[in-house]
């Protein structure tokens, strides 16, 4: 049990003591370090509750308290806090235990989930935007978290595979491909078929019913749209795959919106039949009445010309979900400017008798310098493809400068590390729902909240322990002792990993994440300038390397859970 919990467990005995609702326990980090390392509330709480004075009762609280063992007296403060000052022996005693703890006191969750996690999700043959991006990254994140605390994890990349644009593509296919282009970069010469023929439809109505046939000729099976449709699809899929390569992004399913195809006829005949779905001026709606957000926003299902939409095909994809996986849990990791059609999509479901905890988890924008939606220098969507190798070859730059020794793969390899690291962190350290402001300077700083700070602090305990290796200093692991206050609020920051990766998935925010594992390097640093590790002696030297091992361990651990890597020198 963690530090944390001992002290909650013993305020939770004492409150039934003192004849309180035991469930008041609630024991957080001290707001105030000035006044202790841990508070609790419960008094206030109570009091509240009670209409008592909460000095009074967390005297009373306090008079049924036993923690001498883990201790010093704890005080009243301010409205009624109670604050905590752990000994020095006791946090030794919990940092050991954490040490040894190959989980690093990470607790799985007592409950495990099925959790669907539906992010990613790039549309074929359209310029993949920055929202795809963040999804990607923040989606990736929010799965390993998921699966480390123990829960099951189905990772699905709903992509955009059956969509209108596919009569421009096949359009444009038959009249100007550039087979030479496609074979270089399918994507981007998809794209290039796609904006053409939009430009050509604009000034052409001829050619918009042309390209309007040929979707309505994939639709109906045609032999020749469909191999062209399979090829594009394939194509966009092996670039898609080489990004998510380099990110270390995987999927257990890629289950596109083509999959469900089938199932939208059906679907919106049986919701017809069950009187859930109603026609509506020749379309087919889901209607909200008593609702008070959604009462004049109905949800499309299928529209008068018997075309069906994005909210058909999302809740056939939740019925085969459902049936599949039976989810606790599925969560849809895209951008703020799609909540409307996931309120639409949830409200159905419900009409539907689906009781699943759906989720949308939904995030801001990336602005360029101009505070702008992020675009190319030309005005175009940001290609991720192009970006990542920009991070890179930035990164190499950095590395180049402050390590010409390394050997180039080896500089090649930090800067691989580097880079991509730096794009992820910049995008999870943010609030989610936050618009962000992109920029290359913050984010590859070795200063500051960034990812290269926390690399560095990781390289940095590293070859400490080559250097002690290499003065015949033995790194075997050896108990803490702790005595300097830096190296109690390293000690503390440290037992806080357990705590704090539950707190990330409850709402969903890596950015937590990223503000822990930050403070846990500045409180090495302090650690690192204030007590000497390898100059001084004995039980003290091999204590301070102990401590400063397992912070390396929570650091690593911390950034793969972010999807991101260390590298050992840089
Ligand atoms: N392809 C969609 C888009 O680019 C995102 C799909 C998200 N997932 C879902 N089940 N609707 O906007």
């Known amino acids: 049990m963690s530090l944390q919990s001992e002290l909650q467990h013993r305020v939770a005995s004492a409150l039934r003591a003192a004849g309180i609702e035991e469930s008041l326990a609630v024991v957080t980090t001290a707001a105030d370090t000035r006044f202790g390392d841990y508070q609790t509330n419960a008094a206030m709480v109570a009091a509240k509750a009670l209409k008592k004075n909460p000095r009074e009762v967390a005297a009373s609280i306090l008079s049924h308290l036993k923690v001498e063992d883990l201790c010093k007296a704890p005080t009243v403060a301010g409205a009624g806090f109670i604050n905590f000052t752990v000994l020095d022996t006791a946090l030794s005693d919990a940092v050991n235990e954490v040490a040894r703890d190959e989980r690093l006191g990470v607790e799985t969750v007592p409950k495990p989930k099925t959790i669907i996690i539906d992010f990613s999700s790039p549309n074929v043959a ?151 779905a109603v026609v509506s001026e020749g379309a087919v709606c889901i209607f909200f009445p008593g609702s008070p957000e959604l009462e004049e926003k109905p949800c499309l299902i299928r529209k008068s010309d018997g075309g069906f939409l994005y909210a058909t095909t999302d809740l056939a994809t939740l019925e085969y979900r459902e049936a599949r996986w039976k989810p606790d849990a599925v969560w849809y990791v895209t951008g703020a400017p799609q909540q409307l059609h996931f309120e639409q999509v949830f409200a159905s479901a419900r009409r539907m008798g689906v009781t699943t905890d759906l989720r949308h988890i939904a995030f801001g924008s990336i602005l360029g310098e101009d505070r702008k939606m992020m675009k190319t220098r030309s005005g175009e969507n940001v290609e991720l493809g192009g970006l990542l190798a920009e991070a890179i070859e930035r990164a190499l730059a950095v590395v180049a400068e402050k390590n010409p020794d390394l050997p180039k793969a080896g500089q090649e390899e930090v800067a691989r590390i580097i880079g991509l690291g ?86 969903q925010r890596p950015n937590l994440l990223c503000l822990y594992l930050y403070e846990l390097a500045d409180r090495f640093h302090r650690f690192y300038e204030a007590c000497p590790i390898l100059k001084s002696e004995g039980s003290v030297r091999s204590s301070r390397l102990a401590l400063a091992g397992v912070t390396a361990e929570v650091l690593k651990t911390g950034l793969s859970l972010l999807g991101i890597g260390v590298p050992e020198r840089m």
């Open 126 to 276: 359209k310029p993949m935007h920055v929202g795809h991006i963040r999804s990607t990254i923040l989606g990736d994140s929010l799965s390993r978290i998921a699966r480390h605390l123990g829960h099951r994890v189905i990772t699905d990349n709903h992509i955009g595979d059956w969509g209108t644009q596919f009569g421009k593509v096949i359009y444009g296919w038959k009249h100007f491909l550039d087979k030479d282009a496609l074979e270089q970069a399918p994507i981007a010469e998809l794209v290039r078929l796609y904006r053409e023929v939009n430009a050509l439809e604009e000034t052409d109505p001829a050619i918009k019913e042309t390209v309007r046939h040929e979707l309505v000729k994939l639709q109906q099976g045609d032999v020749e749209n469909l191999e062209i449709w399979k090829q594009a699809v394939a194509l966009s899929w092996k670039e898609f795959e080489r990004l998510y390569g380099l990110l270390g992004v995987s999927f257990d399913e890629r289950l596109g919106e083509s999959f469900y195809n089938d199932a939208l006829g059906p679907l919106v005949e049986r919701l017809l039949a069950e009187k859930i």
């Open 422 to 507: 730096a794009v992820k962190y910049a995008d999870l350290m943010q609030h989610r729902l936050t618009d962000y402001v992109f920029s290359w300077e913050k984010m590859l700083s070795f200063q500051g909240n960034t990812a290269p700070y926390l690399q560095n602090a990781y390289v940095r305990i590293r070859s400490i322990f080559r250097k002690a290796t290499a003065e015949g200093i033995s790194t075997e692991s050896a108990p803490v002792t702790i005595s300097d206050p830096a190296e109690r609020a390293l000690a503390l920051q440290f037992l806080q990993f357990g705590e704090i990766l539950h707190t990330v998935l409850e709402d």
